[in-house]
């Protein structure tokens, strides 16, 4: 009875991790349509050659740090997690070393979609 106790202590901390990353995850996502938005709002004619950056390109740029940075961050907590099952699963079974390494690889994919909404983000500023 006691375990039962335990798991639902656990079960209860992970639901709060899990609320606690998804309010920072939204958080995120109002951030960069905000600074979307206000790139947008902010438009402004061409400026003359010589002249510094507009707001509008500051903004694009602050966007782009915020697509790899996020982009970064949610791949290193997840590979952090499979990397510590994988220790575990291969521990106990050592044949099914190549499918974790493709679990390992499937993270990547955001840092590389981050570099890509950098890429064009950078691309938008003249």
Known sequence: M?????????????????????????????LVAAIHGSVLAAEEPAAPSGAGLSLGAGLLGLAAALAVGLGAIGTAVAQARIGAAAA?????????????????ALPETMIILGFLVAFFLIGKIR
Do not use: Y
């Open 88 to 104: 575990g699963a291969m521990a106990e079974r050592p044949e099914i070393g190549g499918r974790l390494l493709i679990f390992l």
């Open 2 to 30: 006691r375990s039962d106790v335990h798991t639902s202590h656990s079960n209860e901390r992970e639901v709060d991790r899990l609320r606690t990353v998804a309010k920072g995850f939204v958080f995120a996502l109002l």
